[in-house]
């Protein structure tokens, strides 16, 4: 499940700062591994890769890591094309493909339908691959943007409400650059 994902994740993770997808990813993420570097979405659904991509282009020096969903994606298909035509080298994209809007009740979403890979490729990413084909550190050390797609089964986990209000996660992130 996702929650296993983001423990993979996290295990690359040294100080790269940490975009996470709204909802139950957030959440989830809270629990494995809170620490101020991460920026927990509490809503805008879709935006978690444009606020991943405004940061690496304000921080070029910063390594910043983008935890997404399919669902996301699906509802901001656009910021493929931004991110590719951008190629911020400090950018990693992960997509957790878990083919369903897991924060409001695992309803089916269209990534079971198509390969995300295939489309970052055919947008122009060189750097587009399914997570279990690479070794994430040498993907967060390269010289492009990066697209992965990690592949999971549907299903959340019973990661508690993160316990910080969203003006305290925003200003503890933004000490921590």
Not at 129 to 153: G, H, M, P, Q
Request: hydrophobic share 40%.
């Amino acid at each position: 499940m996702r929650y296993e994902a983001i423990e993979d994740i996290m295990s690359y993770v040294d100080e790269e700062l940490v975009i996470c997808n709204i909802g139950f990813p957030s959440r989830e993420l809270y629990e494995i591994n809170d620490r101020s570097r991460n920026f927990y979405m509490i809503g805008s659904m879709g935006l978690a890769s444009s606020i991943g991509l405004g940061l690496a282009l304000s921080k070029p020096h910063e390594k910043v890591i983008v935890i997404d969903g399919d669902g996301s994606l699906l509802m901001n298909m656009g910021s493929l094309v931004t991110i590719f035509a951008s190629n911020p080298a400090n950018l990693t994209w992960i997509v957790i493909d878990n083919g369903a809007y897991g924060s409001t009740g695992n309803q089916d979403t269209y990534a079971q339908l198509i390969d995300l890979v295939d489309i970052a490729q055919s947008v122009g990413f060189k750097n587009s691959f399914n997570f279990e084909d690479i070794d994430l550190r040498d993907i967060i050390e390269s010289d492009d943007a990066s697209f992965i797609v990690y592949k999971t089964e549907a299903g959340n986990s019973t990661a508690p409400i993160i316990d910080l209000d969203p003006i305290t996660i925003k200003e503890r992130f933004m000490k921590s650059i």
